[in-house]
């Protein structure tokens, strides 16, 4: 009986920590948002990518985004 618990309470560890590994993390999401803006992206049009990031945040990637692409980063 206790290996039988043992086995279930293992297992149920085991799938958590498979489920929490999966997750991105705030700076991977960030990273992804500001791999994934272009020339359409808007404060209104968000890249699937940026829905989890902040407004803050995401205006200051479009800010950032509009630098570059005139030559002032």
């Given at each position: 009986m206790r290996i039988r618990i043992g086995v279930?309470?293992?297992?149920v560890v085991l799938l958590f920590a498979a489920f929490v590994s999966g997750i991105p993390s705030q700076a991977e999401t960030e990273a992804a948002c500001r791999r994934s803006l272009d020339n359409t992206s808007t404060a209104t049009h968000r890249p699937e990518s940026c829905e989890d990031v902040s407004a803050e945040t995401y205006r200051a990637f479009l800010l950032m985004y509009d630098l570059r692409a005139e030559g002032l980063d």
């Open positions: 279930v309470v293992l297992s």
